[in-house]
């Protein structure tokens, strides 16, 4: 089953075009990592998929699974089970992780003619998780992201990632910036949430993640396009060979 | 193809005032104008003795030779004072108990949630586990029950209206009114020393714990009226009362005036909590009516080691102009305001606190959070002085400010007096504003942009809310809520 | 510039208040002896401007040559204010210096000033595109204005070192900048009777940036005034504005720091920061952070503190076998070596470089 189809898409910034025709297939079960050098336009695809402000959309189409990702608002997207992990988390001082996750939960759970989760399941579940990813139980009740290190804020989109439960992820960059540990936890995270009726998009520009994460497909970005697309191999050779092999 | 854009926070914003209906009863009110005369006749109106009517107009002739400050960053047309009646109540004899009140009356207080039956509250005790308030009624001029009033007897403490504590308590109100806000303290409060209506008066004895939260709400009803009660507080020894405070009023055209002086002092040892929800109507989303708010609050840490806590959430008015303030006068005494302050639409808010350092070893605390949104207008001012004699005075103050729109305002004039070498003062204060980024993350994770700004603002105002009572700190929470949601365009 | 003659004093000046005492702006010092005491029209001993750079041009303000320039931004660098001591700078200031700092010099152009004594007096400074000034400006006394323009790309370092002084002094300094200009100031204090300065920034241009920074050290009576406004018209602008002082003895320090961001002066990044020390029982310290903000997307902050030496740094420094004294002026020395380095300005204030 297709989760994510995206057909000939054009993204513009300011008048100047970014994305300049991506087509896109994840099926469920599926991990699919995009690689490309800085500003060949990757966080543009992902923050363009999950509505960010600022992107025309010239061109082309993207469905989750049967909805029109292009004609719902940011919120309606994650409803419809998409899942951005930002590359620079921001910080919402004053906001408990907890109190965070618990509404973005029972706003997904009431979108679905659910009830809201009861808060001791919830916080069962929450602390479970917060371990997993060798984060200080201490960090629910400080605010989102409010003086988190790099690492921990990265870990944290993860504990997000694992407590949404989306259909897809797109993973902007989660492997910049952190150590061996900390990157080997995040992979772990990965891995958990990967299951036949999860879909996976990893963005990254280096491979070193992927020696955690096994991609069933791997894509090149170069300039706004997908120019060559195979399987964990290109990654290797890409990382042998470096981005300019491509660039003729 | 039209890329659908996550909705601006100023988007979002939008006032929608639940306590704006009338209630319709039968009002008495003095025909609008000012003079001695009028004075004389609220006196005599609430029967009270020589003393006070002399009190009275001693009050309204200084306050014909006053000038209306104009030093706020505020702007609103002159107030034509002989436009407003100074005193409105309901029709007929005042009730005797709760019984007697008109139901019109009670029922306005249930639409507010305001408990005026001891037994439903009790009642409420079992299920909800919160312990019960005591709540004075003003309504309009007067006072319409004040609950729980035999159990604190039980404790020695006095909770009732000013207008009874003239008749019952006359020489506790002579020996302290107008001991922390004297007459000729500003031109507002002299206004109010003439004209004042009703209000609470509480006296907490020697050593005594309050046994419950006292509240007084007041409400705006009738039209062309103004507000002007007058709220006196006495904490003797070691005593220790938490106080509440709530203020609604109806939706109307024109503004309407309310000149409130609340004076506390406290003894050596005493501990005075005082938290207001101050909800006044603010004018629509033109700036088309909504209460003038001129409060003069201030407390007088008297005694030593005495403790005086400001907070208050102040989200609604047209115009408000309030800066509770503490005199630390006993040594180590301790001065406290904690202030969440939201403006939208067309609302102009000028407010802070003034704390006046004289004891030795006296400390405050500020901590202002002002929220600017729409075409408002946000403004702390703080005076913190540190007079010749207070050694080893401390004071620190944190003043944030958050922006939700392009076309709001914020201000920050924080004067810092030192005459004291040995004092340390310390302000700081940020601006920032809810960013598009911060919207982003919270949309992206399926909350809406209402809940979003609501959640944003509440974690900003965290820091106030948690010196909020229990069931205070939800309302206030729930109010910012309303204040922030609604209508989405 | 002729002074008029004086037909009554202080004059009416229509739209424009005669200042009065504990009244913002003048809560803490006096304005009257600015007024009544000081001898308007009658000084005749002015500051003078010297410079050996090529690229720098003095006059006289009744040098015809410079007429255009006086026509053009005289009294009109700031938006017309309400300021009664500059209104009667206006009215009666002898003597007048356009500076001119040319384009055609690469390099940086070097001008020095001299204070002179009880002089009313006025200075126009222009900094052409992409120019690059430094003024050394040595204050005493007097009732002084000074209008500086910085075209695109123009530098302007400003080094004022003010002298201990028996007399008033008043300084209005209007500084207004363009696109891609820099204005720093060093501001060294001394106390006088009664010192006064006012200066106002005035960004008008994107990609500025604007450093203030000062020191002062006050004994005895004397009195510090400084009120700085900085005013952020436009955005993609930054402006850092730090000042620390120590009042000693009875003396009195007064800051008033106030940053202001216009409707649409959006990405504007502001900082403003007061500390004080006091070391006496009779020093004053009085001060004003503010800030007035119109747009939304910017970075802005202000702190203010007043408090004396901390004891457990004297402690440490004591432990380490310091003396009591020694280990005090180690800690004042380095507050205002926090602020300023500048080696005349530390010098001016006494301290050791």
Known sequence: MTLLDIVDLHISVEEREIIKGIDLQVEAGEIHAIMGPNGSGKSTLTNALAGQEGYQINHGSAHLEDKDLLELSVEERARAGLFLAFQYPVELPGVSNVEFLKTAVDSLRRANGLDDISTVNFMKELRQLVKKLDLDPEILKRGVNEGFSGGERKRNEIVQLLCLKPRVALLDETDSGLD???????ARGIKEFRSPRTGIVLVTHYQRLLEFVQPDYVHVMLD???VRSGDASLALELEAKGYAWLEN | MKLQEPRKPEEVLAQEYTAGFVTNIETESLPPGLSEEVVRKISELKSEPEWLTEWRVDAFHKWLEMEEPKWAHLEYPAIDFQKISYFARPKGEPPKSLDEVDPEILQTYEKLGIPLHEQKMLAGVVETETTPVAVDAVFDSVSIA?????TLREHGVIFCSFSEAVESHPDLLRQYLGKVVPIRDNFYSALNSAVFSDGSFVYIPKGVRCPMELSTYFRINAANTGQFERTLIIADEGSHVSYLEGCTAPMRDENQLHAAVVELIALDDAEIKYSTVQNWYPGDEHGRGGIYNFVTKRGMCRGARSHISWTQVETGSAITWKYPSVILRGDHSVGEFYSVALTNNHQQADTGTKMTHIGNNTKSTIISKGISAGKSSNAYRGLVRMNPGARNARNFTQCDSLLIGS???????PYIESKRRDSIVEHEATATRVSEDQMFLCQQRGIDPEKAVSMIVNGFCKEVFRTLPMEFAMEASKLLEVSLEGAVG | MKPREIREFPPNIPGIEIPRARKDPWRYTTPEPFINEFSYGLSNSPSTPVSTSLGVEIYQFNNPECAQLIETYVGKVAPRGSNYLTALNRLYAKHGYVIVAKSSNKGINHVNISSGFDCCERYLIIIEENAKLSIRELTRSGNRVIECVLQKGAKLEHLRLQEETL??????????????????????????RLRR??????????NTRVNLSGAWGLKEASHLDNQITVNHLVGKSTSETCFHGIVHDESKAIFNGKIYIAPGAQLTDASLQNKNLATSEKAEIYTKPELELYADDIACSHGATSGFLDPKQLFYLRSRGIEQTEAETILLNSFLKEVVEDEEALELLGLPS
Do not use: M
Request: glycine share 6%; charged share 25%.
């Open chain 2, 146 to 150: 004040t609950t729980f009033k035999n």
């Open chain 3, 167 to 192: 007399d008033f002094e008043f300084n209005h300094t209007v500084v207004k900048l363009k696109e891609r200009s820099n204005y720093e100031l060093i501001q060294a204090s001394r106390g006088g």
């Open chain 2, 407 to 413: 076309e709001c305002a914020a201000h920050t004039f």
């Open chain 3, 197 to 206: 300065n006012e200066i106002e920034v005035y960004i008008a241009g994107k």
């Open chain 1, 180 to 186: 061996i540990d900390a990157l080997q936890t995040v």
């Open chain 1, 224 to 226: 706004g396009r997908l």
